[in-house]
């Protein structure tokens, strides 16, 4: 089994930067800064698994799509309202959009993705593409 975790240390260290600056209360991007989700893929032969962690995130916000190789996952994390006089003394979920798009290396068979949604985790399974998969060959002889 395979497993890619796109969670590399750049997007860590950026993370922990904006938090840096964030409870400084300093805007140092003008940018809309992506939230930090876990995603990993995983590739279990004839089909690719993916995962993601998206706690709080409602399934009417949630939206996937795919286009050739390219699987996009987007969504929106609603803000959650705190009673009057009450304020966040650290707050790491920001109630902001999100948009993460995946590349495969190979086809996919679109008509047979199936996409779960329970308690905050998110499982895609895409087959691979028949023409993608080995195919056994006979050999005749003569």
Not at 110 to 116: D, L, N, R
Not at 127 to 142: D, E, F, R, S, Y
């Amino acid at each position: 089994m395979f497993r890619l975790s796109l969670g590399n240390e750049m997007e860590t260290m950026q993370h922990e930067l904006d938090q840096i600056f964030h409870g400084l209360n300093f805007n140092h991007r003008e940018v809309t800064r992506q939230p930090k989700l876990d995603f990993s893929i995983n590739d279990l032969g004839d089909n690719f698994q993916v995962n993601a962690s998206l706690p709080g995130l409602a399934i009417e916000k949630l939206n996937i799509e795919i286009l050739g190789q390219k699987l996009t996952v987007s969504g929106q994390f609603d803000k959650t309202e705190l009673p009057d006089g009450i304020r966040y003394q650290r707050q790491e979920r920001q109630a902001e959009a999100f948009k993460r798009e995946l590349r495969f290396n190979t086809d996919l068979d679109s008509k047979k993705i199936v996409a779960k949604y329970q308690q905050g985790v998110l499982q895609i399974t895409l087959p691979k593409a028949a023409t993608a998969l080995p195919q056994k060959i006979t050999v005749n002889i003569g």
